[in-house]
């Protein structure tokens, strides 16, 4: 009896490191952890970015939020089209501009955020980034209507961070672009500007999905044309702005001589006034200086 349990007992300690080495089934793949196929962030995030301009991208820019003001409005909507970036060896701008992207910055406070471009960028070190912005437009929270929306003035069409970007290895770049919303003291106005603690290469970010799907369908009608907003026409960009593009001075910039004057100022050669200043006397003077002047 004994003889025949040591036997049992040998036979069930030699069944076990036989069961624990059999051969991995056609189902096991299905039992894999999380981790063991993980994408890697920046790939995720290239895969669903809004707009993808490359086969193989070996950048992804990403846009957050952080908070500050942004509780003031139910929805802040910034344009980007473009990024450049400052090589570090030189002054040279690598600039990269795409298909205007409509982000809502309310909702993308703390990690959140959604993939704007993925993309090529040269390999390098660069020591600044640039995020060219075409408009800004703000909706208050406490708004009763759509014309109580407003728009955002950037001193110029671009923003930039001073950081240090390395972008090199098979693996893409992700870069978060941190924007923050502030107001100026007692004016009424808001400044939007970049938040450098929360932006950089490898900054903690987590793909906000609804936001994302917002950026293919674009900000709402009262944030964009003058015709649907109620702005005047000349409200807005000039030409060409977001374009990532350094916009020329008119002819006449900075030319003293016709500056702050209609077309046809400048002095009369018979009276040092332009034809636009007039008279005192009005028209019967006119007339009088005129017969004045023929005797």
């Known amino acids: 009896m004994r003889r025949c349990v040591a036997l049992l007992i040998s036979l069930g300690l030699i069944a076990v490191p036989l069961f624990g080495c059999a051969p991995a089934t056609a189902d096991s793949a299905d039992t894999l952890s999380p981790a ?40 802040l909507w910034v344009t980007v089209s473009g990024v450049g970036f400052v090589l570090a060896d030189s002054d040279e701008v690598v600039e990269q501009t795409f298909a205007p992207v409509d982000v809502n910055l309310v909702g993308l406070t703390g990690e959140a955020a959604v993939a704007v471009w993925a993309g090529v960028v040269p390999e390098g070190d660069y020591t600044k980034v640039f995020l060219y912005v075409d408009e800004i437009w703000a909706m208050p929270a406490d708004a009763e209507n759509e014309e109580e929306a407003f728009e955002i003035k950037l001193p110029s069409n671009k923003l930039q961070i001073v950081m240090p970007v390395a972008v090199e290895g098979e693996e ?3 870069f978060v672009f941190d924007l923050t919303v502030h107001k100026a003291g007692n004016s009424g106005m808001y400044i939007v500007k970049p938040q450098l603690t929360e932006s950089g ?10 936001a994302q799907e917002r950026t293919r369908t674009g900000k709402p009608e009262w944030a964009g044309k003058p015709h649907e907003s109620g702005r ?3 409200a807005g960009q000039p ?29 009369r050669e018979e009276k040092g006034k332009p034809d636009w200043a007039g008279t005192q006397g009005g028209k019967n003077d006119d007339s009088s200086s005129e017969e004045d002047d023929s005797d």
């Open 36 to 75: 063991a196929i993980e994408t890697p962030p920046a790939l995720a995030a290239g895969l669903v970015a809004a707009v993808v301009t490359a086969d193989e991208p070996n950048f992804v820019l990403l846009i957050s939020d952080e908070p500050n003001d942004i509780g003031d409005f139910s929805e």
């Open 172 to 174: 893409p770049t992700d």
């Open 201 to 210: 290469q490898g900054a903690e970010y987590e793909i906000q999905e609804q």
């Open 232 to 234: 005047p026409d000349s």
């Open 239 to 267: 030409e060409g702005a977001g374009a990532g593009l350094m916009l020329e001075p008119p002819d006449d910039a900075g030319n003293p001589d016709d500056a702050g004057k209609p077309a046809d100022g400048g002095k």
